[in-house]
């Protein structure tokens, strides 16, 4: 059991010595923006992301949407182009105090150029803010 524990704690090491540090994005009360640790990633490796925004308004990346929706269960769901498939890179959440939030995700989308999107979501729907291209290379 002991062994078991002391391999979990290196793994969870590893994964976090394998993610990259998070962008440098002063933060910026007024003016919402994003910025991604690499512009160029291979397929399922990590990328680390910084947004900056309003105190107490809601953000979300998305890899590949043409906007965000209200389910009926009253989440915000990523609208895909057309009949394509969408990540929702940073899920949806209200930006603390300091305004400036930071995190990470895998990219599980198929090698290509794509595009992450930043959306400001209101009680009268999504706003667009910025985008931004990634190229995905094949693992």
Do not use: N
Not at 5 to 32: E, S, Y
Not at 74 to 84: H, K, L, M, S, T
Not at 96 to 109: H, I, K, L, Q
């Amino acid at each position: 059991m002991l062994l078991g524990l002391i391999v979990l704690l290196f793994l969870m090491r590893l994964g976090t010595a394998r993610r990259p540090q998070a962008p440098d994005l002063a933060a910026d009360c007024a003016k919402p923006a994003f910025a991604l640790s690499a512009t160029s990633v291979r397929q399922g490796a990590p990328v680390s992301f910084t947004i900056v925004g309003r105190a107490g308004r809601t953000y979300a990346l998305g890899f590949d949407v043409r906007s965000f929706e209200r389910s009926a269960d009253g989440r915000w769901v990523p609208v895909p182009p057309v009949a394509e498939g969408s990540l929702v890179a940073a899920a949806p959440e209200p930006m603390p105090a300091d305004c400036s939030r930071t995190g990470y995700f895998a990219v599980p989308v198929p090698p290509g150029t794509h595009t992450v999107s930043l959306y400001e979501l209101h009680a009268l729907g999504p706003l667009f803010v910025a985008q931004q291209k990634i190229t995905v290379t094949a693992g």
